[in-house]
């Protein structure tokens, strides 16, 4: 299990804590993404092990650095099991992480090589107007057929196989979109799974409209390198 974490001393003891209770959950790894607070302490008290960057490098970046501990702890274990699945989690998840067994499953038993979380709605409002979930479910579909119904969902169980075969991934908040992608385009199937998580959802302050900002540009990007060229919204055109 890998959660990347940046500035999250607040909700990562919770989360790590409720992640180790899941029955698969013999190792949970905690990216500490260039947290400038006690998130890679508070993480380690609560049982994860933290791997730390020095300064921030963005999701992806911490998601291969997990793949990469998790593969190096593997390679000093007697036992020659299987690769674990990999199961990613956001960091500040809390409680609800405990309800992330149902994505676990189907990968474990070979029913599907990724599952994505549909989460419910969320017990705050974002205050987002959809463009960036718009942008990557249109972008997805033009460039494989499957529109999903959460595309920007990171609770996710992916193989190993399936993992590598994303690398590299794409940047920042553009790797889910380049992932699904990527992944349905060399035949890998993928499989929504409804769980009842929940998380903090982005607010509608100067911070939260930049932090969109950030994710349409970066998702725009994941679909412009494979070749998807997505029209501007409908809301956003001139009349």
Excluded at 49 to 63: D, E, I, L, P, T
Excluded at 79 to 84: L, N
């Amino acid at each position: 299990m890998i959660i990347a974490a940046k500035d999250e001393q607040a909700r990562i003891t919770a989360t790590v804590r409720a992640a180790l209770q899941l029955p698969e959950a013999d190792l949970v790894i905690v990216v500490d993404d260039g947290s400038t607070d006690r998130t890679a302490a508070a993480a380690g008290e609560a049982g994860a092990v933290v791997v730390s960057h020095a300064r921030n490098r963005g999701k992806a970046a911490a998601m291969e650095t997990g793949a990469i501990a998790i593969a190096a702890i593997e390679s000093q274990e007697n036992d020659h099991r299987s690769p674990r699945a990999l199961l990613f989690l956001d960091a500040d998840l809390e409680e609800s992480a405990t309800q992330a067994g149902p994505l676990i499953e189907p990968v474990v038993s070979g029913a599907a090589d990724v599952t994505i979380a549909v989460l419910p709605t969320q017990h705050t409002a974002g205050g987002g107007r959809g463009l960036v979930v718009d942008l990557a479910r249109t972008g997805i579909a033009r460039a494989t057929g499957w529109a999903p119904r959460q595309p920007l969902s990171g609770q996710r169980c992916l193989t190993r196989r399936a993992f590598d075969a994303a690398r590299p991934l794409a940047p920042g908040w553009g790797v889910e979109t380049g992932m699904t992608i990527d992944l349905l385009r060399q035949g890998f199937r993928l499989l929504e799974v409804d769980v009842t998580i929940h998380h903090r959802v982005t607010g509608t302050d100067w911070r939260a409209q930049l932090h969109r900002g950030k994710q349409y540009r970066d998702v725009l990007r994941a679909l412009a390198t494979r070749g998807i060229r997505p029209s501007l919204p409908a809301r956003l055109r001139r009349s």
